[in-house]
């Protein structure tokens, strides 16, 4: 029992460690946020044309299929539930309103917290099993500036892209899946979107997914940099920011609905 308590007591230390270290960096990644902008930060132009074609173009076939399976198939639960009512037609509004709030955001961030997050993490992890991250702090290089700050922007950068990007392709699934199952057509179905659908649940799904790049881009770079000097660490630390990654997503997507809600938006 005495084992059991330390061991947790040690989990919740290891948490509050770790918490810390990510709100330390992001404050450091806010702090060079100005001389980023003004361009006076010590960072490679190509590290960040690199972690942006990372974060995507790279990552445009998975999130395709991913978000088309994920369209088509809400639209055909919601045909096999609504037709048996005689209200077919508004698969429609179902696949849209669910696809543009919840799932393309919170589905395309899951994906780059799989993809991207963990090779950014397992970059960093090298790179400090390799003590380069220690030479560049000895040659007055920042790390956060050099190697966070390009991977951080472009996450935050390119999720909400790839966010507009998944809605029209899950939206297209959904009107594969409805057009083959209720024989509804093109024109019925975009009428039906239109209804549905403004320009206030696009804007939610793009806040939420500039939440989500900024979380993944931060949390995997931290657990990249505290991660050890073996191969074994390397491994570890991608575990790490994929979880850390996925459970903070779904955090962060809770938080906003109860957010929205309070605000009966």
Known sequence: MIRAAAGIG????????????????????????????RGSVRARRSDFVDALAEAGYRALPI???????????LAFVGAVQLVRFGAGIYVANLVGIAVVREMAAVMTAIVMAGRTGASFAARLA?????????????????????????????????????????????????????????????AAFVGQLREALNADQF????????????FLGVTSCHVGL????????????????????????????????????????
Request: aromatic residues 6%; hydrophobic residues 60%; proline residues 3%.
């Open 226 to 265: 505290r991660a050890g000097r073996s191969a074994a660490e390397v491994g570890r630390a991608t575990t790490s920011a994929v979880v850390i990654g996925i459970v903070g997503i779904i955090a962060i997507d809770a938080a906003f609905a109860l957010f929205l809600n309070a605000l009966h938006v």
């Open 10 to 37: 040690r989990g919740v230390e290891g948490v509050a460690y770790g918490v810390a270290g990510a709100t330390a960096l992001f404050g450091g990644l806010l702090l060079a946020l100005p001389a980023a902008l």
């Open 63 to 73: 999130v395709t299929v991913v978000n088309f399976l994920v369209g088509g198939i």
């Open 126 to 186: 090298t790179m400090q099993g390799n003590e380069e991250v220690d030479a560049l702090v000895v040659l007055g290089i920042s790390p956060v500036e050099h190697l966070v700050l390009p991977r951080a922007a472009a996450l935050t950068i390119t999720l909400p892209l790839l966010y507009l990007y998944g809605c029209a392709v899950g939206l297209l699934g959904g009107l594969a899946v409805s057009a083959l199952l209720l024989d509804v057509g093109t």
């Open 203 to 214: 804007v939610i799904g793009f806040v939420k997914c500039l939440a989500f790049g900024a």
